[in-house]
């Protein structure tokens, strides 16, 4: 189906309802085009706003070839809003059994400097208006509904983010003048149960499974843009996992990503 404005406005009140009733992928987005996921989103952010909710920043999605090719190979970077109740500092502990089928990924957190606004923007621009970059976790939730979600449906239910985790960091611009690349960050990851014992399960180099991360905020904001929506400062933006597990109650997680930072999260 090929959806107008004025559907698209008639949609998004409903589809929040079925939300609120438990039903993220109810009947009426059959047929929904990725285009339209997207554009539910931004209108379902603007009734969650309108019920108090403050946009902390942005998801890229789709930010690895191997990601992309689960969709035939297309060629998009959908984007997820960040509510600011679930932007948690490192050491937070997450109620795990409030989040459906948790996960959790190892992620680098952007925080915007200055405001990023248009569809052209070059990797050195996008950098230059960092403020910081810092070690984190995503943490995803799969929600239930009636229908099996596609791209478009995902694309309407914010790439299924449910809030992330902050560690330390420092400057995008301080690194690069220090000949610093984020491609050759190492990143490692372990969890721990009871007993603190550490079990590793990851060590990784970032470039080897996620694009240039300022490229995919470049793409974030051309995305945004066709929405009038910008990059503003303060924002949170995370821009794709090197590594996905399974969040269980009882685990602590921790990271570390050479040359950044450190993030730890606790699940109970």
């Known amino acids: 189906m090929s959806l107008t404005a004025a559907q698209l406005d008639d949609l998004a009140p409903r589809l929040w309802a079925a939300v609120q009733e438990g039903d993220r992928f109810p009947p009426m987005l059959e047929g929904v085009s990725y285009d339209e996921g997207l554009a539910l989103q931004v209108r379902l952010l603007r009734l969650h706003q309108a019920e108090g909710a403050v ?122 003048q220090a000949g610093f690349d984020l491609a050759d960050v190492e990143v490692s990851m372990s969890w721990a149960g009871a007993d603190g014992v550490a079990t590793p399960v990851l060590r990784q180099r970032a470039g080897d499974h996620v694009d240039d991360h300022y490229v995919s905020i470049g793409l974030l904001a051309r995305a945004l843009a066709d929405y009038d929506l910008a990059l503003e400062p303060g924002q949170k933006i995370i821009t794709g996992a090197v590594g996905r597990f399974p969040a269980e109650a009882g685990q602590t997680w921790r990271s570390e990503f050479s040359g950044v930072g450190t993030v730890e999260v606790r699940f109970i």
Request: aromatic share 8%; hydrophobic share 40%.
């Open 55 to 176: 946009l902390a920043g942005w998801k890229v999605g789709l930010t690895s070839a191997r990601a992309r090719e689960q969709f035939g190979g297309v060629d998009v970077r959908p984007f997820g809003y960040l509510d600011a109740d679930h932007v948690l500092a490192s050491g937070a502990s997450v109620e795990v059994a409030a989040i459906p089928r948790a996960a959790v990924e190892t992620e680098l957190c952007f925080t915007i400097g200055e405001r990023l606004f248009g569809r052209d923007l070059t990797g050195d621009e996008v950098r230059d208006a960092l403020a910081t970059v810092s070690a984190g976790y995503e943490i995803n939730q799969r929600q239930p509904g009636t229908l099996r979600p596609d791209l478009a449906m995902g694309a309407a239910a914010r790439m299924y983010n449910w809030g992330i985790v902050e560690g330390s960091g420092g400057s995008p611009a301080d690194l690069h």
